[in-house]
């Protein structure tokens, strides 16, 4: 049980075009989804939390209005990367958990290159 | 500033010896978690102790928690060069907003 998915696994995208990222709760409702992103050789940096019909909570220094995030449903949350830059390329990972017991599962993770 | 600190931040063993990796934090946890994470891969999840508890035991792996010296332990026995890969420990807070912070993870090299 407590698989996450995302999708796509890896994606490459011109300069100024927009990504969207999803990241599903196979098997359990997710209350809250987490976005992390991980530069090379780097740990992972909390982007932003988000709640099941909520707006998003973002971190100190994430630019909501670049990176959108929807959590439109308890097993679905989606993170778009808004006019993609090069600085923007990484790895970007959701993890989704419940309030029953603050465990958080990852997902496998969304490489995004920017050419 | 990420809440775990983790040292060494390389470490690297012949194989069939035990690794051991630290994890620091600052403030009161609920639970901490190991993962671990191949080049370029996503992350796999080892081990989650609660602050109740000392110590778990996974296969190979040992975790510790000392949650009065804010700090946990992983220790991989007989490690394999298969062990090779970057381990993170992950901070779930007590209090205040629910979300996990990542330590700065150590890179584990084990040569055949």
């Known amino acids: 049980g407590a698989v996450v998915s995302q999708h796509p696994s890896w994606v490459i995208c011109k300069s100024g075009t927009s990504v969207k990222i999803e990241c599903r709760s196979l098997?359990?409702?997710?209350?809250?989804m987490f976005w992390y992103r991980q530069f090379p050789k780097q740990s992972l940096m909390l982007m932003a939390t988000?709640?099941?019909?909520?707006?998003?909570?973002?971190e100190q220094g994430v630019e909501k209005d670049k990176f959108l995030i929807n959590h439109a449903s308890l097993t679905l949350s989606t993170l778009t990367v808004t006019s993609a830059h090069p600085e923007d390329s990484s790895f970007y990972i959701c993890?989704?958990?419940?309030?029953?017991?603050?465990?958080?599962?990852f997902g496998p993770g969304t490489r995004l290159t920017v050419l | 500033s990420q809440q775990g600190e983790e040292d060494p931040q390389a470490l690297s063993i012949q194989e069939g010896e035990n690794a051991t990796m630290n994890c620091s934090y600052k403030?009161?946890?609920?639970?901490l978690q190991w993962y671990r994470q191949n080049s370029g891969r996503g992350l796999v999840h080892l081990i989650l102790?609660?602050?109740?508890?000392r110590e778990k035991h996974s296969g190979r792996l040992r975790v510790t928690l000392d949650t009065s010296k804010k700090s946990s332990s992983l220790l991989i026995t007989a490690s394999r060069a298969a062990d090779t890969a970057s381990y993170f420990c992950?901070?779930?807070?007590?209090?205040?907003?629910?979300?996990?912070?990542f330590g700065t993870g150590t890179r584990l090299k084990v040569l055949a």
């Open positions: 102790i609660r602050s109740n508890e």
């Open positions: 403030t009161s946890i609920n639970n």
């Open positions: 993890s989704a958990g419940t309030l029953l017991n603050n465990e958080q599962f």
């Open positions: 992950a901070t779930g807070r007590a209090s205040g907003t629910y979300k996990y912070i």
């Open positions: 098997d359990f409702q997710a209350t809250t």
């Open positions: 988000s709640n099941e019909g909520s707006k998003a909570t973002y």
